[in-house]
């Protein structure tokens, strides 16, 4: 039986080589876009970085994890899951730390992490057991989806967050299970009305709160106030202009000295083009672009309808998270606290990410077609007259 080579035994090998990669250059630019901020403010260059690589070693754990768990078996423990995770953050807003006019963290003794990322996930996982159950008993309409008890929790949570305020994450933990219902129940008339009215609902969301209209408006031509309101977008565009094709080198970069603000976080990306230039840049997205294929090869290849949907709802996080980030550093999105998957310092955020690859390459894992695929035996002989070899090379 002849077996074609192939250089991945599974779809969960080239995912695993692609995180590995972006963790190795997460954590080289961590420690590069933070290490003025942690010795001016610390004291110790590597406070950043040590901190950062403990979370790293917690996400691989968490990663191995979630592999080795069935991903049918989340379904059973949604509600528990679901139940804890609001009652944090309603915790957050009452006994959360405020930090620059926000609460978004709990602690545990020196232990501190976001509720709010882990509502990233917990959404779409809902969500798509939800709409997976809709498939299987052939309820596929909308309003199944809208009146439905897990649209009243993803909607609790999503105003839990909010009133942090932390509008990014709100958006995303309502936005990804709305794009996972648009393509799983809609039709494409549905699709094109809620597009035309979707900015609509988003630019009313904005204006609720006029100092995030005016973000708004000011993305765009952020020039005229530089010093004010544009100051960071206008840091990013120079932070990334800067660098030009081949960058400034490792460490080189000037920006994180006090001139980009959350250069080691939101806009880390910023200060990776201005160190790897454009190509780095550039390597960096091909990595995102080639995650989102394997996202849909594994996706086509799941064994049931919930797989589908769940390795779906991963793809829209996770690379429709760094696309968000590209675009904001990029000056094209409003700054909104989006980071940029496994390059952006970010504890509870990069455990979160690392579980929903957990997650991903359990279902590659448990996929119906392998790689490698054996050809077809040929077909069998009819019997016929058979020499026999004998000793001393004669046959009878």
């Known amino acids: 039986m002849h077996i074609r080579k192939t250089l991945w035994v599974n779809d969960s090998e080239p995912i695993i080589v ?11 630019n961590v420690f590069s ?3 003025v901020l942690a010795a001016t403010e610390y004291d110790d260059p590597f406070v950043f970085l040590r901190k950062h690589v403990v979370w790293v070693l917690l996400g691989l754990v ?4 979630c592999r080795r768990i069935n991903y049918r078996h989340w379904r059973r423990a949604m509600l528990p899951m679901i139940i804890v995770l609001i009652a944090c953050l309603g915790l957050v807003l009452v006994i959360g730390p405020p930090v620059n006019g926000a609460r978004r963290w709990l602690g545990v003794g020196s232990f501190s992490f976001q509720p709010a990322e882990f509502a990233k996930l917990i959404s779409l996982m809902l969500m798509s057991a939800f709409l ?3 498939l299987q008993r052939r309820r596929l309409s909308v309003m199944n989806a809208i009146i439905s008890v897990q649209t009243v929790c993803i909607f609790v949570m999503t105003v839990l967050v909010y009133l942090e305020p932390d509008m990014g994450t709100a958006v ?29 609902l988003l630019l009313g969301v904005a204006v609720l709160q006029p100092y995030r209209f005016h973000r708004l408006v000011n993305t765009w031509d952020p020039w005229p106030e530089a010093q004010g309101i544009g100051y960071q977008t206008v840091q990013s565009l120079a932070t990334i202009g800067s660098g030009g094709l081949s960058g400034m080198g490792f460490g080189a970069g000037v920006s994180k000295y006090q001139y980009l603000p959350e250069a080691h976080t939101d806009f880390a990306f910023a200060i990776f083009c201005q160190e790897h230039g454009y190509l780095g840049a550039l390597m960096v997205f091909a990595l995102y672009i080639v995650l989102m294929l394997y996202c849909v090869r594994v996706a086509n290849m799941a064994k049931d ?15 429709g998270q760094a696309i968000v980030n590209m675009l904001m550093v990029g000056g094209t999105f409003p700054v909104v606290g989006v980071p940029l998957p496994f390059i952006s310092y970010g504890g509870s955020s990069l455990v979160v990410t690392m579980a929903a690859m957990g997650m991903l390459t359990n279902i590659a894992d448990h996929c119906v077609h392998p790689v490698h695929k054996p050809q077809p035996a040929a077909p069998e002989q009819p019997p016929g007259p058979q020499l026999r070899v004998v000793q001393g090379g004669q046959s009878n």
């Open 18 to 28: 692609i995180m590995a990669i972006l963790l190795v250059l997460g954590t080289i």
């Open 33 to 35: 876009s933070s290490f």
């Open 62 to 65: 968490v990663f191995a994890g």
């Open 132 to 134: 997976a159950n809709c």
């Open 172 to 200: 995303i933990i309502a936005g990804v299970p709305l794009l996972l219902t648009m393509i799983t129940l809609m039709s494409r008339k549905q699709v094109l009305g809620l597009v035309c009215v979707l900015p609509f």
């Open 305 to 319: 309808i919930y797989g589908q949907i769940l390795a779906t709802g991963i793809m829209l996080l996770i690379v």
